[in-house]
């Protein structure tokens, strides 16, 4: 059945399962937030110092549209859609265009009495890594052969998101030194032997964490820096300076709360 509501992960969608499983409701749900604060020195009021949002839970409501006679059949939808749901991965809705979330744990449901033929079942999707709705396409800006510029970067959400961004060596000769600053925050690479026609990526992977290769080898331990190319919604420059030229390509994918 074609529902009005589609849910799909890790690109299989729920309605493929079986026919008879109906999509009662979605909740793509917001990221929980812990908030620090002190007091005022007199008056009133207080002063926020901190805040950080931890998980996003999004919450799928399901029902089976088969009699209740036939409960061996029930269970066996229930159980395909159980067995979906915790495979995890990109976790997409028909309705928030060129929006997923990434889901790193799954709470799934009791199954309890299948004779129960109009019972509502809900399964949660959390996510922990990177608790946001993330754009499934990212804003990008590719610059021209130079060893320093700056490219512009649509970011697109309504919280802050990162930046991730390659440089490709077309000087023929090595690189050792690399600078990339955007949103006001820098990385400032050593060292690095980037070779005459090699790439070097910052990245962040499902898990958010930031990543910096050549290639498949990790050249991590050769930045210093900020900790992490922060950026906000929005037009921001990213810029660069090498030892030699090569071509930037800046992206980022917007984070939705």
């Known amino acids: 059945m074609i529902l009005s509501r589609r849910v799909s992960l890790g690109g299989v969608q729920l309605d493929e399962i079986h026919e008879s499983v109906v999509i009662r409701s979605f909740d793509p749900g917001t990221a929980s937030e812990n908030i620090t604060a002190v007091d005022r020195m007199g008056g009133s009021g207080q002063r926020i110092t901190g805040r950080h949002r931890s998980t996003l839970e999004a919450t799928l409501v399901f ?66 890594n990177v608790p946001f709705w993330q754009d499934e396409l990212p804003a990008q800006a590719v610059s021209g052969q130079a060893s320093s510029g700056t490219v512009y970067v649509d970011v697109g959400g309504n919280v802050q998101s990162v930046m991730d961004a390659s440089f490709r060596n077309r000087s023929g000769m090595t690189i050792n030194s690399l600078a990339v600053t955007a949103g006001g925050n820098r990385i400032q690479l050593s060292n690095l032997g980037l070779g005459g026609s090699g790439t070097l990526a910052i990245s962040h992977g499902t898990d958010g964490l930031l990543r910096i290769k050549i290639g498949s080898t990790s050249v991590y331990e050769k930045y210093t820096g900020a900790d992490d190319l922060y950026v906000n919604p929005g037009r921001v420059a990213v810029s660069w300076t090498a030892d030699r030229a090569g071509i930037l390509t800046a992206q980022s994918f917007g984070r939705w709360i």
């Open 63 to 128: 029902a089976i549209n088969i009699p209740k006679r036939e409960l061996a059949l029930r269970r066996q939808v229930f159980e395909a859609v159980t067995a979906w749901a915790l495979k995890k991965g990109w976790l997409k809705v028909n309705y928030l265009d060129n929006r997923r979330m990434y889901v790193d744990a799954v709470v799934i449901p009791s199954g309890g009495d299948m004779w129960e033929w109009t019972g509502e079942y809900t399964i949660t999707f959390k996510a922990y």
